[in-house]
């Protein structure tokens, strides 16, 4: 399914969340969406990400809750399963297309050169995560991708924190960034959701 353009313009920031705790989900779901970050990436990195993203997309109104890091078909079945609204890729397989053409999940595939971005352009996926974008070419890769491919955007994520992400934000081919610096694992541990939801609130305004 294409990736709804509402979920990258819901926010110029989409937070890649690692989650430990799943009791921690809704509490912090409902902070972020409280200072205007709507769009959350939960990453499949840990045990609880899936009851996290169950707990979010029962009882947290106004949150759009996807999936991160889905590498196989079974993660998207699992995503979708949990009531996941969209699902993230570093990268893309052959399997993956394949189990995405029958998954009614939007997902958002990884690309990191113009030959990843055109592969899966020519699959259909205008809407595509860069990635690791710090260490891929950062801005001036972004910049130089967006003449020979104006109709993809991303959504550049890895080595983006609040002081460089209005930069890319102000490129013409990136729709929003992700990035994990407004969910740090030591507020979350600390349950500290006031601050969290400042910083989302913060991220919210970064918008060019």
């Not at 902070?31 to 707990?55: F, S, Y």
């Not at 958002?108 to 891929?136: I, N």
């Not at 002081?163 to 500290?192: F, K, M």
């Amino acid at each position: 399914m294409k990736f709804p353009e509402s979920v990258l313009h819901a926010a110029p920031v989409i937070p890649v969340v690692v989650i430990e705790d799943a009791g921690t989900a809704v509490a912090l779901a409902r902070a972020l969406v409280a200072g205007g970050v709507p769009a959350i990436e939960i990453t499949l990195r840990t045990r609880a990400a899936l009851d996290a993203v169950r707990a979010i997309a029962s009882e947290v109104e106004g949150a759009i809750v996807g999936v991160g890091t889905v590498r196989t078909p079974q993660d998207l079945d699992a995503a979708e399963k949990a009531g996941a609204r969209f699902a993230v890729s570093p990268g893309s397989t052959p399997t993956l297309l394949a189990a995405v053409r029958e998954s009614a999940l939007p997902w958002l595939p990884g690309a990191a050169t113009a030959s990843e971005a055109m592969l899966l352009a020519e699959h259909g996926f205008r809407y595509q995560k860069f990635f690791p974008a710090a260490s891929a070419g950062g801005i001036a890769a972004l910049r130089s991708l967006h003449g020979p491919l104006p109709e993809v955007r991303f959504c550049a994520t890895g080595g983006i924190d609040a002081g460089n992400a209005r930069e890319y934000l102000s490129s013409p081919n990136v729709a929003c960034v992700g990035g994990s610096w407004l969910t740090p694992p030591g507020l979350i541990a600390a349950r500290d959701w006031a601050a969290i939801e400042r910083l989302a609130h913060a991220a919210a305004q970064l918008r060019v």
